[in-house]
C-alpha cells in the first residue's frame, strides 16, 4: 500500500539533544512538507522540498534541520537550538495540485 | 496578513443542525482547494477538494468562489461523529512549477446530543 510513514509515534528528548524525526514515503511525490503543531493551535511550517536536494525554510524554521538526499525520504532534526520542542510533528507530501497526505505524527516531548 | 484565514470557533451546535464555514484565501496564484478534517491528536486527513462548480459528497458540500477569494463548507443533518476540527488548505504556485501548502487554522466543530 502506498503511503507516508513518520517514525517514532513517541519520541523524548533531553534538553540539550538533538533528535531526528522519520518521515518515509512510497507515493512518487516530488514535494514533502514539516509541520509543527502545538496543543489547540494551527499547523506551522518548518521546512518544505520541492525536489531532492532542495528544500526551502518555512516560518518557524530556526533549530531545525532537514536533508533531502533521497525522493522518499525528508528527515527532520530538531536542534538543541530549539528551545521549546515539545510539540506534535507531522509531516506531509503531495504531487503537483493534487491533495497532501499526512503521516501519523511524531510527538515530541523534552524531559 | 495570513494567507489563509479561517474563523476558529468553537462552533458547538445540536444534532442535525446545518452548519457553514467560511475560509478566505489571499494569494492570487492559489491554484487548488481543499477541507481536511483534523480529529483531536490525530494527523490532518482530506474531507474534499473544493471547485469553482461546487461539489458535494453526502451531507457536505464544497464551494470556491475565485472572484472573492473565499471557500466554503456546508454540513447538513450534523452528527455526533462530525465533531472535529475543519482545515482549509491552499495549494500555492510559487515559483515555476514550485508548490507550496498553505493551512488556514482551523474551525472546531462540536456536535451536541
Known amino acids: 500500500d502506498g503511503g507516508i510513514t513518520q517514525s517514532p509515534k513517541y519520541l523524548f528528548r533531553k534538553e540539550g539533544q538533538n533528535v531526528t524525526l522519520s518521515c518515509e514515503q512510497n507515493?512518487?511525490?516530488?514535494?514533502m512538507y514539516w509541520y509543527r503543531q502545538d496543543p489547540g493551535q494551527g499547523l506551522r511550517l518548518i521546512y518544505y522540498?520541492?525536489?531532492?536536494?532542495?528544500?526551502q525554510k518555512g516560518d518557524i524554521a530556526e533549530g531545525y534541520s532537514v536533508s533531502r538526499e533521497k525522493k522518499e525520504s525528508f528527515p527532520l532534526t530538531v536542534t538543541s537550538a530549539q528551545k521549546n520542542p515539545t510539540a506534535f510533528y507531522l509531516c506531509?507530501?503531495?504531487?503537483?495540485?493534487?491533495?497532501?497526505?499526512f503521516g501519523q505524527g511524531t510527538r515530541l516531548t523534552v524531559v | 496578513r495570513k494567507e489563509v484565514e479561517q474563523d476558529p470557533g468553537p462552533f458547538n451546535v445540536p444534532e442535525g443542525a446545518t452548519v457553514a464555514f467560511n475560509c478566505t484565501y489571499s494569494?492570487?496564484?492559489?491554484?487548488?482547494f481543499f477541507w481536511y478534517r483534523q480529529d483531536c491528536r490525530k494527523e490532518p486527513k482530506l474531507l474534499m477538494s473544493?471547485?469553482?462548480s461546487g461539489n458535494e459528497d453526502g451531507r457536505f458540500t464544497a464551494q470556491l468562489n475565485r472572484a472573492s477569494q473565499y471557500i466554503s463548507l456546508l454540513i447538513r443533518d450534523s452528527k455526533l461523529s462530525d465533531s472535529a476540527t475543519y482545515l482549509c488548505?491552499?495549494?500555492?504556485?510559487?515559483?515555476?512549477?514550485?508548490?507550496?501548502?498553505?493551512f488556514g487554522s482551523g474551525t472546531q466543530l462540536t456536535v451536541l446530543p
Open positions: 506531509a507530501s503531495s504531487m503537483g495540485p493534487a491533495e497532501a497526505f
Open positions: 507515493l512518487n511525490h516530488d514535494a
Open positions: 522540498s520541492q525536489i531532492v536536494n532542495d528544500f
Open positions: 494569494n492570487s496564484a492559489s491554484q487548488s
Open positions: 473544493v471547485y469553482s
Open positions: 488548505v491552499v495549494i500555492i504556485l510559487v515559483k515555476g512549477s514550485a508548490r507550496q501548502l498553505t
